[in-house]
């Protein structure tokens, strides 16, 4: 039986699995990628080699069955690695313009928790089109991440780090 007449065998049996349909295509157009990132979950930084395949198309996800992680000397950087590659997700500060202030012309602002990377320029977008008046205090809430929860389930939010 010839590769064609296999292709066909296994389209009459409903085979789905893009692996037996035509294995050399499949790793041509789902090769295995190799990122390098530095974990930061603790200051010792540890290079990660992070395998998978899957994610060439725009938007696209690595394939998590796929993902293999070297580099790492702890559990916790083969989270951090999944993680980057799955849902990359980032704290955000940046400050703020307040007006009628005696002391602070911006106030430093924070996310309470990391959020999806891809929101990112929203946020920023919305924050910077914000007027703050004074007087504010430490921990004010200034807005709620919508969609964003950390791992107690709370809503992430943004708020000010520093009174004024
Ligand atoms: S893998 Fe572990 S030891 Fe290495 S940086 Fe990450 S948390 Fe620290």
């Known amino acids: 039986m010839n590769s064609q007449q296999n292709s066909n065998q296994n389209n009459k049996q409903g085979n789905n699995n893009p692996d ?16 390098e990132i530095i974990c930061i979950a603790c200051p010792v930084g540890c290079h990660l080699q992070v395998m998978f395949r899957g994610g060439l198309a725009k938007d696209a996800s690595p394939d998590p069955d796929t993902i293999a992680i070297t580099g790492n000397r702890c559990p916790r950087g083969e989270i951090y690695g999944r ?13 703020i313009p307040v007006a009628g202030s005696s002391f602070a012309r911006r106030v430093p602002v924070r996310t309470t928790g990391p959020i999806p990377v ?11 089109a914000m007027e703050l008046h004074a007087p504010l205090a430490r921990g004010q809430v200034l807005l709620t ?8 389930n ?4 943004v708020v000010t780090s520093h009174r004024a």
């Open 20 to 35: 037996s349909r035509n294995p050399a295509a499949t790793a041509t157009e789902n090769p295995e990628q190799t990122r």
């Open 118 to 128: 891809a929101r990112i320029p929203d946020l920023l977008t919305q924050l910077h």
């Open 154 to 157: 709370e809503a992430i939010q």
């Open 83 to 95: 993680e980057e590659v799955l849902a990359p997700t980032r704290m955000v500060t940046t400050t």
């Open 145 to 152: 991440v919508e969609g964003s929860e950390n791992s107690d």
